[in-house]
């Protein structure tokens, strides 16, 4: 099977560019298209962060000055939107997904190729035209929920094209998806079963299961809202007969498993990095792969905590306030698990290894806040403010962005053979730590005591926390220095890693660095034990 | 020397004892100023200490193993081969279980106390629309049936909120409210989706264009409050503020005479 | 213990399982899957609506349904003929398969047809009210479907001329995802009519 996409491989490989410049090419080679996620999703996390320091300049004082007030609810919008749907979700699925999981299931490439390709090439040319469309004629306004009527009333053209490119990366979304099942469990070297997978790729195949299942949900629903748009329906515009509740709750059937799509996967590096780092096996193999569905099928059924203050009677308030609060117990088994991982190692504190655990720190913080947001007395007074942006950041941030960090540490050697420069990424880690800390721990007192989210103008009382917010945020900027100096340095002239820096014995470390065009030299290798550390050796 | 689980008694009493001191100490909401206030701060008081001893906990958790079995210069090899254990797994999912169970039902008790499960009437006989169907909300008791003191209509548009009083046929920009008395709210948007929320009373409903939701609430303390929109509804959703004025009933009856319509028909 | 255990590869020979039910089928399916998941949340969205949205006094919406039930008959009677086609085209019967293929497309276009009738003919349009929306949104998202369906048909038609040709009984992959369409295509039509003309 697997020689089948080999002979296509070969084929394609030798008309395509070689060297730096295949990064810029149609490529097949699932490594070159992991990269190719990487990098774009990272400029688009650069163009991401300044409209968040935008928003950060704009709330240092209570007025809105700094830019016109539509202009800031088309810059949160685009900043939402861009976050999620063009760093978070194509970097843990569509970079590291494609670069790690033909190495995991023993493949030389996905299965299929071209619809991988494509799948990434989709998200440029949507996230520019997401991008140009502020120029032009503004963007969207409405928020990255795009609730109407609000998106149905402000200015169209921002809208639609909003809708059109964020249909265009759901479609790329869900071909990634439908690859990565099909790799996962069509694709696996023979004599590898599913139970010796490493991690990442449960947690991939879960995450995939929920790609599949509701990203299609929101292309309907922004197609119906598109309707509303430019042909004048009414399916969510009231003064038609529409309603507008209906939209929510198709809205967050996908929004609800998008936010564990922005995190499972997350889950997954981690689980990767801690063993290899710790030098002990992964804690709990079989509980963590049963936690990975267990949050799948919750992730499914919790979509109304998003909308405890709207139209909702009050049975449904409460099946949808249990069913979140019960997501704790198999995303707190995986916790635990790790911690459980740690304990007795044989720890190499390193940048990736920081990172990770600045991922579990935080993620619990946000996590806990989380299960008090999904109590439904709770949320009724901090609905839709500063205190929910603190909950999500600390999960999307502190953990998705920590983790992605992480995960450059670890696996840039792989690519490019290099190692990166161990005191610039200690650096890059405290400023993070701290910067994050500061800019979004103030935040939830802000929305406590009455400080709405989406405002561009506030209670003057509020001005000093949010002062220290942005100085956060500041300390956020400023760390993104240190790592591309790191970066650019260390592609250059950093330290030779060898193959296999970190004596890992996951597949992809088993091949020369960077690897070649089919993975292996040879014959791929059986691994059946991922984790297999402190097996084979001597004490001390 | 103490002994290995006199240590980690000590410490699990120690993280506990901080967290129920920090949450009994430190205030992080604005006053009380509604019958509401109090059950929802007992509840943000529980989770709050529950939320501390799980943080602090897993932090020490994280940052004691990263300091304690970190890998010494010279040290070579692998940790213990420790592939899991199935005792500890199942402590640790039966006890968060239980927290998120017993909280759960805490919540829902808090929920009820606050209105939450009551039937969505609100006496509208004076308007004549009583038919009208409240799509959600929060109603403070079942008492419905005229029992309420005060009935407003609360209209919200981009981006002002106005409050109708019915009972004396005027329309006012500031919301004027007797103290300790059943206050009904029901709520219409004229435009876009907005909400009504009062930090100090901890309540917030969206006010939804074409269903109509309702609120109750009862005020404890005069002052004045503010009324914040909590939706994104436009570029000045910022500015979308009202005050709600909680005075004693005598201020009140002044106010509301002073507003009301004359007698039409005298 | 070694950990890493490079055993041969079994079966490395490059074997060509075409008309297995190999990867691309299963990819396939996981795409029908996600497709359904788009008519499901249309579904959601009108059955929610029809639960709490009470039409306005005087709209219309009564359907009629001979037309309908023509379109299902019309559908169910294709999935079969294509379901002939694909044993034809088993047996090596170029021919046969490819009268079974026309009949099956012939059938689709009817149904096209047919749905173009019963949409000049209705008493509503697409902004009355919002169950004449979501009627032409989910009736039509669905002629959507089967207007590619058709055209993938006519594709695969014209592929089976020759025997031995880009599609045949060596490589029936092609043939067999789009049968498999097709049916899943006449699966979602068979609840919508279920939901919106019976319910
Ligand atoms: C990656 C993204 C991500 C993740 C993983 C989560 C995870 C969770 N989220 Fe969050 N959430 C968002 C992203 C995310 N969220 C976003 C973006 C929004 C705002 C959307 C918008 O409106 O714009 C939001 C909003 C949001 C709301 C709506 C708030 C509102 O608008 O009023 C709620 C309410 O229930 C909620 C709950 C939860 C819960 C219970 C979890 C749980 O999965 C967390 C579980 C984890 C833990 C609990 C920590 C580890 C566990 C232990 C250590 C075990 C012991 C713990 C206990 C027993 C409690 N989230
Ligand atoms: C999913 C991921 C994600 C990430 C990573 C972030 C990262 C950040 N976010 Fe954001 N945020 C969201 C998702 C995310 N956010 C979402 C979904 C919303 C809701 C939107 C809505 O309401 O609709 C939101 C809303 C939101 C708000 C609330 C706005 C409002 O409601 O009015 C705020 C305010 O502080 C904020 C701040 C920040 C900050 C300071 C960062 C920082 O962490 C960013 C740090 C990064 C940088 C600072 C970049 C550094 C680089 C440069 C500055 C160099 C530039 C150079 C070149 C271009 C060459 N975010
Ligand atoms: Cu009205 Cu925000
Ligand atoms: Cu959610």
Redesign the interface.
């Known amino acids: 099977m697997t020689i089948l996409i080999d002979k296509k491989n070969q084929v394609t490989e030798k008309i395509q560019p070689k060297g730096f410049l295949r990064y810029f090419s149609f490529s097949l080679d699932h490594k070159v298209i992991g990269i190719q996620y990487l990098v774009c999703g990272f400029l688009f996390y650069l163009v991401g962060g300044t409209l968040a320091s935008a928003i950060r300049i704009e709330l240092t004082s209570p007025m809105s000055d700094f830019m016109p007030r539509d202009v800031y609810n088309q810059v949160l919008t685009l900043h939402g939107t861009i976050m999620i749907f063009l760093w978070i979700v194509p970097v843990v699925n569509g970079a590291f997904g494609n670069y790690l999981i033909p190495f995991y299931v023993g493949a030389r490439d996905m299965a299929f190729p071209r619809l991988n390709a494509v799948a990434f090439w989709l998200i440029p040319p949507s996230g520019l035209m997401l991008i140009t469309s502020y120029f032009i004629d503004g963007a969207a306004q409405a928020g990255w929920t795009a609730y109407p009527p609000l998106s149905i009333t402000t200015p169209q053209s921002g809208q639609i094209v909003w809708i059109l490119s964020v249909l265009l990366l759901g479609g790329s979304s869900i071909f990634g998806g439908i690859n990565f099942i099909a790799t996962i469990l069509k694709l696996r070297r023979p004599g590898l079963k599913l139970m010796q997978l490493p991690m990442y790729c449960w947690a991939m195949l879960g995450t995939s299961i929920l790609v599949v299942l509701s990203t299609p949900v929101l292309a309907g629903t922004l197609i119906l809202l598109s309707f509303d748009i430019v042909a004048n329906t009414g399916f969510f515009n009231p003064v038609l007969g529409g309603n507008v509740v209906v939209y929510q709750h198709l809205f967050w059937f996908y929004s609800h498993p998008a936010v564990y799509i922005m995190v499972l996967p997350a889950f997954g590096l981690v689980s990767e990095i801690l063993p290899i780092h710790c030098r002990k096996p992964l804690f709990g193999y079989k509980t963590m792969v049963f936690s990975i569905m267990g949050i799948v099928v919750l992730g499914l059924v919790v979509w109304a905590h998003h909308m405890f203050t709207s139209g909702t009677p009050p049975w449904m308030r409460l099946f949808f306030t249990i069913a979140t609060a019960f997501i704790a117990v198999p995303t707190g088994i995986k916790f635990f698990n790790w911690v459980a991982t740690m304990w007795g190692g044989k720890i190499s504190i390193n940048s990736a290894m920081l990172f990770s655990c600045g991922f579990i720190i935080n993620f619990v913080f946000g996590g806990i806040t989380g299960v008090a947001l999904a109590q439904v007395p709770f949320d009724i007074h901090v609905h839709d403010t500063y205190f929910v942006v603190a909950h999500f950041h600390y999960i999307v941030y502190g953990g998705s962005v920590f983790v992605i960090f992480s995960s450059i540490y670890h696996w840039f050697p792989k690519v490019t053979g290099k190692l990166l420069d161990e005191k610039l990424g200690i650096l890059h880690f405290a400023l993070t730590f701290i910067g994050f800390n500061l800019c979004f721990a103030p935040q939830h007192w802000l929305g406590l005591n009455g400080m709405p989210r989406r405002v561009a103008e506030y209670d003057p009382q509020f001005q000093f926390v949010n002062q220290i917010s942005s100085l956060g945020a500041l300390f956020m900027a400023i760390s993104t220095i240190p790592f591309l100096i790191n970066i650019f340095l260390s592609v250059k002239n950093g330290k030779k890693a060898g193959d296999n820096p970190w004596g890992a014995l996951t597949p992809e470390w088993l091949t020369s660095s960077p690897p070649p065009v089919e993975n292996w030299k040879g014959e791929a290798p059986l691994v059946t034990e991922p984790y297999g550390y402190g097996i084979d050796t001597t004490d001390n | 020397m103490l002994s290995k689980s006199s240590y980690l008694i000590f410490i699990i009493s120690g993280v506990i004892g901080i967290s129920f001191w920090i949450g009994f100490n430190v205030n992080?909401?604005?006053t009380e100023a509604s019958i509401n206030a109090p059950?929802?701060d007992e509840?943000?008081k529980i989770?709050f200490i529950i939320?501390l001893i799980?943080?602090i906990g897993?932090?020490l958790?994280?940052?004691y193993?990263?300091f304690k079995?970190?890998?010494r210069k010279g040290?070579?090899?692998?940790?213990?081969?420790?592939?899991?254990?199935l005792k500890?797994?199942i402590i640790?999912?039966v006890i968060?279980?239980i927290?998120?169970l017993v909280?759960?039902l805490y919540?829902?008790n808090?929920?009820d106390r606050?209105g939450?499960?009551n039937e969505l009437n609100h006496d509208h006989s004076l308007m004549g629309n009583n038919s009208e169907k409240i799509?959600?909300g929060?109603s403070q008791s079942n008492n419905n049936l005229g029992l309420i003191d005060t009935n407003i209509e609360v209209s919200a548009m981009q981006f002002a909120f106005l409050f109708n009083y019915p009972k004396g046929d005027f329309i006012s920009g500031e919301l004027h409210v007797p103290v300790n008395k059943e206050i009904s709210v029901k709520m219409e948007s004229k435009?876009?989706?907005h909400?009504f929320?009062i930090?100090?009373f901890?309540?917030?409903?969206?006010i939804?264009?074409?269903?109509p939701?309702v609120l109750n609430f009862t005020p404890t303390k005069v002052g004045k409050y503010?009324i914040?929109?909590?939706?994104?509804?436009?570029?000045?959703?910022?500015?979308m503020r009202a005050s709600i004025i909680v005075e004693e009933q005598s201020d009140y009856e002044d106010w509301f005479n002073q507003n009301k319509k004359d007698e039409l028909i005298a | 213990m070694t950990t890493i255990n490079p055993k041969k590869l079994e079966n490395s020979s490059n074997e060509d399982n075409g008309h297995h039910e190999d990867f691309r089928l299963f990819g396939l399916i996981t795409f029908l899957i996600a497709d359904g998941m788009t008519f499901a949340g249309f579904f959601a969205a009108y059955l929610t609506y029809k639960a709490v949205n009470p039409l306005p006094d005087g709209a219309i919406y009564e359907l009629e349904l001979p037309i309908p039930t023509i379109n299902t008959i019309l559908l169910l009677v294709s999935s079969a003929t294509f379901h002939k086609a694909g044993k034809a085209l088993f047996k090596k019967n170029n021919v046969e398969s490819q009268k079974w293929l026309l009949i099956t497309a012939v059938l689709g276009i009817s149904f096209l047809i047919c749905q173009l009738f019963e949409y000049f003919h209705l008493p509503f349009g697409l902004t009355d009210n919002l169950f004449a929306s979501t009627f032409y949104a989910l009736t039509g998202f669905h002629g959507l479907h089967v207007t590619l369906g058709t055209l993938m048909i006519l594709i695969i038609l014209w592929q089976t001329r020759i025997e031995g040709g880009r599609i045949s009984y060596k490589n029936m992959f092609p043939f067999e995802a789009v049968e498999l369409y097709w049916h899943f295509v006449d699966g979602i039509w068979v609840i919508l009519f279920i939901i919106l003309y019976l319910l």
């Open positions: 992080l909401l604005p059950i929802y509840l943000f989770l939320g799980l943080f897993m932090s958790l994280v940052v193993s990263l079995f970190r890998k040290q070579i090899g692998d940790g213990i081969a420790l592939e899991g254990n500890l797994e640790w999912t968060p279980s927290i998120v909280v759960g919540s829902y808090i929920y606050m939450g499960m799509w959600a929060i435009d876009v989706i909400a929320w930090p100090e901890r309540i917030k409903q969206d939804i264009p074409g269903q939701t503010p914040i929109c909590a939706e994104l509804c436009g570029p000045y959703h910022g500015g």
